[in-house]
């Protein structure tokens, strides 16, 4: 085990989380003979799933990934209306609640993902196969079909169950170097027939349905996280992992599938997990940051004005509009989980300016979205709910901390990434932003390589947002440490 491995094991545990499955979960695991069925006499029959592998169905994802939660394709309809179809892998059809690898992911409620590598929240003969969504295999999943028309407007939705076939499985950064024209199709889009068109349709939903949110006060950040980079096995750098046309098509149509899917067990009555971003309290910091860049915000929070400030500063600065986006989400805060019981005012979402919001698209990564299929899943059977109101609550807590500790993890282990490459380079000066300012201390962040360290001496007067230059004057990559002074400091 690496020192990185042994450093991510031992934050885990700190923070009590699992980094390994339990003699109970891997005897379940290999005691599992397959996927469910996804044809024969179990699609279209009396229990309601339609067979739809037909489709053309695609998955969108990173290079490397083969736990994939979701799939989409789309119809064109009457007018200027599209049908777009988003599926979810059905790992409820795998995963039994109460058992030794549901209790495992209840436990952590999400994968972790470190510069030492990935700790599934699922095991991998599951995410990777059997769970996931993966080319040329028929799986169950959970459809959430919506009509959109071509304001973006979603004039309708459902929810079903249902069969489907992955016809290709395509990545990020070369579907959006061809959507953007600077590349010719990817090789698989160009291989099966159809799928060209397919995508541009889809990428024409997507952005109008952005465009929409946007005018409500969407928030369009731009904040890429570090990503590890190696060579020849060895930690070769972090680098920002960029966003682009790709990414913003999936984020797009999966924030209008969980919309679709808080509003099907809203209308069923059911009580259930909403994710949700209340009003950020460090709302004065944002405007007198926006102050600084000649700009004016309301005393009192608005998520109009702060979209329509961000999109003009991104038009007018592009350079430095990530180091803005950054010192924006610090402010913001936190997205929670939260008990929605029926009949109760939604809170909203006030990054995605949304009213209605759950997590339910990533099954394989996320404990909430498991338990979200399961409430779906009993509603299309018109059978009680699977969880009361006070587990449901406790789960929102729960899952909530335990993010909050695997994004302490991540960040931590990254630092330990960060401290090995900065080792030979104490003395050196960078420009950093600072990106947190509390009674804790100063934080600041640095772009190459992409981390965050604290400023020991000089911080004061400093607050999120403003830059300064600093000076590394220490590492320690057992802690994770990296400690800046002021540049000039004494």
């Not at 990173?62 to 309809?77: C, G, H, P, W, Y």
Request: proline share 5%.
């Amino acid at each position: 085990m690496s020192q990185l491995e042994s450093i991510a094991h031992r934050l885990m545990v700190e923070r009590g989380l699992l980094p390994d499955f339990s003699a109970a979960v891997l005897a379940e695991t290999a005691g599992i003979r397959g996927a469910p069925a996804a044809s024969g006499p179990y699609v279209n029959d009396l229990r309601g799933v339609r067979d739809l592998r037909e489709l053309l169905w695609a998955s969108i994802d990173n290079d490397t990934s083969r736990d994939l939660d979701q799939l989409s394709v789309a119809e064109a309809m009457s007018g200027r209306a599209v049908k777009v179809f988003v599926a979810i892998a059905d790992v409820d059809a795998v995963v039994k609640r109460r058992s030794a690898i549901d209790e495992h992911a209840r436990t952590n409620t999400t994968s972790v993902y470190t510069a030492a590598g990935i700790f599934p929240m699922l095991p991998e003969r599951l995410s990777t196969d059997l769970t996931s969504l993966g080319e040329a295999q028929e799986r169950l999943a959970i459809v959430i079909e919506m009509v959109v028309d071509a304001d973006g407007t979603m004039k309708g939705s459902d929810v079903y169950r249902a069969a489907v076939r992955n016809h290709a499985k395509l990545a990020y950064d070369s579907v959006a170097a061809w959507l953007d024209g600077a590349a010719p199709a990817p090789a698989r889009v160009a291989a099966v027939p159809g799928l060209e068109a397919q995508l541009r349709m889809q990428d024409r939903v997507a952005q109008a349905m952005r465009g929409l949110r946007l005018q409500h006060g969407a928030l369009s950040l731009s904040t890429p996280e570090a990503e590890a980079t190696f060579d020849g096995g060895r930690l070769s750098d972090l680098r920002p992992n960029q966003p682009n046309r790709a990414k913003e098509l999936i984020e797009d149509l999966m924030v209008a599938a969980n919309g679709a899917t808080a509003r099907f067990l809203a209308q069923h009555g059911f009580s259930a997990l909403r994710r949700v971003l209340r009003s950020p309290e460090r709302w004065d910091r944002i405007v007198a940051l926006a102050g600084t860049l000649g700009e004016r915000l309301p005393q009192e929070p608005s998520g109009e004005a702060l979209a329509r400030f961000l999109t003009k500063r991104r038009r007018e600065d592009p350079a430095r509009f990530p180091d803005l986006s950054l010192a924006v989400v610090k402010l913001l805060g936190r997205g929670e989980y939260v008990l929605e019981s029926p009949g109760q005012t939604p809170e909203g979402h006030f990054g995605l300016a949304v009213t209605d919001y759950t997590h339910s698209t990533a099954p394989n990564r996320r404990y909430p979205d498991l338990l979200t299929q399961r409430l779906l899943k009993a509603a299309l059977s018109a059978e009680p709910s699977p969880y009361g109101n006070d587990e449901l609550a406790a789960l929102a807590l729960h899952c909530t901390a335990q993010e909050v500790n695997a994004a302490k993890v991540e960040r931590q282990v990254s630092k330990s990434a960060a401290a090995s490459l900065l080792g030979s380079r104490i003395g050196e000066v960078f420009n950093a932003l600072v990106t947190g300012a509390s009674a804790k201390g100063t934080w600041v962040r640095i772009l190459h390589p992409a981390t965050e360290g604290k400023l020991v001496r000089g911080f004061q007067g400093l607050d999120v947002g403003d830059r300064a230059r600093v000076q590394l004057v220490r590492t320690d990559v057992e802690r994770g440490f990296i400690d800046f002074a002021r540049s000039g400091a004494s």
